[in-house]
Structure formats: C-alpha cells, structure tokens
T-cell receptor, first 113, second 110 residues
Framework: DGGITQSPKYLFRKEGQNVTLSCEQN?????MYWYRQDPGQGLRLIYY???????QKGDIAEGYSVSREKKESFPLTVTSAQKNPTAFYLCATTRTGDNNEQFFGPGTRLTVL | EDQVTQSPEALRLQEGESSSLNCSYT??????LFWYRQDPGKGPEFLFTLYSAGEEKEKERLKATLTKKESFLHITAPKPEDSATYLCAVQAPNDYKLSFGAGTTVTVRA
C-alpha cells in the first residue's frame, strides 16, 4: 500500500521538551516537505529536502530541525526554541520533473501543555 | 513575495445549489496553480494542477479554471459529501515551495 505515513497522529509535549515527528514515504519520491497549519492561515513551509543528505530552510524554520538520511524518511524535530509549537504538522512529497504536485500525509497534531 | 487570497472564507450551500470559489494570486511568473481538498483533521488531497491562462480541468462536480490573476473552483450541484475546506496554492518558476491561501470552507446542507 503506497503512501505517506506520519506518526504519531496526536502528540502532547510539555514546555521545554524537544519532540520528533515522523514522516515516511514509499512512493519513491525525491523531494519531501514539512508544513505547519494554523487555524485561519495558509500552510507555511518549515523545511524541504530535494535529495538525501540535503535540505533547505523554508519560511518559518526557526525552532525546528530536520534530517534526511534516507530517501524514505524526513523527520522533523520541534525544539524548545519554537515559541508557539501547537499546530497541525503536515509532511508532503513530490516527484522531480514536470509533474510537481505535492502529496500530503495525514498530519500530526502537536499540543504543548 | 508570492501572495494567494481565497474568498469567501466560508460558504454555506444547499444541496444542488451551484457556486464558485475564488483564488486570487500574485506571483512572478506561474509554474503551476494547485487546488486541494482538506477534510477536518486530515491532510490535503490533491485535486487539480493548472499551468496556463485559459486552462480548465474537471473532476466529478468540480471544475477549475485559470486566468492570469485568479482561479475559480466551480462546484456544480453539490452534495453533502462535497463539504470540506478547499485550498489553493501557487508555485513560481524555479521554486520548490507552494504558497497557500487560507482556504474556503464549504458546507453543503441536505
């Protein structure tokens, strides 16, 4: 069953803790992205990666970190430096080339207590 | 900076009452304009990509059109299952990111 999986679906964190959100894909897509979604706002890009071992900051990278050690995986760490981490986090992938549609995973809702 | 504005923010329709959603955009060139559907608590589901002014695409009761400044998503004879938030996004040439609008939440009552 091909697709994008994100885990966990819900995550609760105490202030001052780092947490890591998982994103895995078996679509053989080269590029992977992390977005954040807040009520009443459009999705905002946190980080993206076009190839293994390479990634770039998006519009709101402060307080976040990523790694891309495997093509299939692009984990996102929300650090204690992120001031307003409560949000819905979405991972997306895309093929390179002319067909540049991004396909999204089911999301992780992070709540800071 | 790329900008995407969607209107209205919310739309309440009676079943069978056709309507249109608007996506106005400002981008330096256009690599593609994308429409997505998002159900509550779920990730966006890809609907359409439009590349050039005059292009149209259809899927069931949905039809997307594109001009040089805006795109419309027409919903014909909607059903309750069409209730969702519809997101519009644009991509500039030589850019890998999508710039999203805030979305239009459509509610279709039986």
């Amino acid at each position: 069953d091909g697709g994008i999986t994100q885990s966990p679906k819900y995550l609760f964190r105490k202030e001052g803790q780092n947490v890591t959100l998982s994103c895995e894909q078996n679509l053989n897509h080269d590029a992977m992205y992390w977005y954040r979604q807040d009520p009443g706002q459009g999705l905002r890009l946190i980080y993206y990666s076009q190839i293994v071992n390479d990634f770039q900051k998006g519009d709101i990278a402060e307080g976040y970190s990523v790694s891309r050690e495997k093509k299939e995986s692009f984990p996102l760490t929300v650090t204690s430096a992120q001031k307003n981490p409560t949000a819905f986090y979405l991972c997306a992938t895309t093929r390179t080339g002319d067909n540049n549609e991004q396909f999204f995973g089911p999301g992780t809702r992070l709540t800071v207590l | 900076e790329d900008q995407v504005t969607q209107s209205p923010e919310a739309l309440r329709l009676q079943e069978g009452e056709s309507s249109s959603l608007n996506c106005s955009y400002t981008v330096s060139g256009l690599r593609g304009l994308f429409w997505y559907r998002q159900d509550p608590g779920k990730g966006p589901e890809f609907l359409f990509t439009l590349y050039s002014a005059g292009e149209e695409k259809e899927k069931e009761r949905l039809k997307a059109t594109l001009t040089k400044k805006e795109s419309f998503l027409h919903i014909t004879a909607p059903k309750p299952e069409d209730s969702a938030t519809y997101l519009c996004a644009v991509q500039a040439p030589n850019d890998y990111k999508l710039s999203f609008g805030a979305g239009t939440t459509v509610t279709v009552r039986a």
